[in-house]
């Protein structure tokens, strides 16, 4: 025989299948009607917070967007780090290049461009052209001498006057012999001048490899202007073998033909 359970009038009430009674007894009705209410305020609330099927696919579309935007921002991030990388590198390589450079500047200051090297350099120039001048004048003397005695030599017919001044022309000879021995010491000057000159040239090479090499040194190159004017314009001194854009001496002669 089934057993009927007896129905409660406080589940009755929570379901919402009775009313309560308007009228209760004094003494219990104010803790009632307190009891309900917080009875149905609590059963109000567990009917809000469980959330239908709707809410539970928006909810996951809304996490797998932000897990989404989460992604593309670490890319982002990702790319931002890497190209930070690549300016380290960049910067790394343009301070170790100014870095060479200044040792390069250096060493040309402290061995060729200070005031000591210089005046060497300066001084053993002024010493090949205050020597060229002295054997060229000792040489135009001597040819001079030379010139008269034996000017002298064709006159006299005394053997002693043509012995004096036959030893004089020898010694004019031997005058002009020692002249020519400038050409020795203007050969060491100038080989110290060439040195220093290759050593200057040398380190400015390696600066302008540092800095990626001769073409691209002539890129920034300002361009260059022959500011000359008149004669001054004209002059462009002895020719070196090979120099274009000179006239020649078979050039020169076939003017006059």
Request: charged letters at 30%; glycine letters at 6%.
């Amino acid at each position: 025989m089934p057993v009927h359970r007896r129905r409660f009038r406080i589940e009755e009430a929570i379901s919402g299948d009775i009313q309560l009674p308007p009228e209760v007894d004094a003494e219990v009705g104010p803790m009632h009607r307190e009891i309900m209410n917080e009875l149905r305020a609590i059963r109000a609330q567990m009917a809000v917070s469980r959330p239908t099927s709707g809410v539970a696919e928006t909810i996951g579309e809304a996490a797998s967007r932000e897990v989404a935007e989460a992604h593309v921002l670490l890319e982002t991030y990702r790319a931002q780090i890497e190209q930070c990388e690549k300016l380290k590198v960049e910067l790394d390589l343009i301070y170790d290049a100014i870095t060479r450079t200044k040792r390069e500047i250096a060493v040309l200051h402290g061995k060729s461009f200070n005031g000591e090297e210089m005046a060497k350099v300066n001084g053993e120039l002024g010493a090949v052209v205050g020597g060229t001048e002295e054997a060229t004048q000792q040489i135009l003397e001597a040819a001079e001498s030379i010139d008269n005695a034996a000017t002298a030599l064709s006159k006299v017919n005394s053997p002693d006057q043509q012995k004096l001044l036959s030893e004089e022309i020898q010694e004019r000879v031997v005058s002009i012999f020692e002249a020519c021995n400038f050409q020795d010491l203007t050969g060491q000057r100038i080989k110290k001048v060439m040195n220093t000159m290759k050593f200057i040239e040398n380190h400015i090479t390696v600066m302008m490899d540092i800095w990626g090499g001769v073409d691209a040194i002539k890129s920034h190159a300002p361009a260059i202007v022959d500011a000359r004017e008149g004669d001054a314009k004209l002059l462009n001194g002895p020719k070196l073998e090979g120099d274009v854009g000179h006239a020649s001496q078979d050039d020169i002669d076939a003017l006059f033909d």
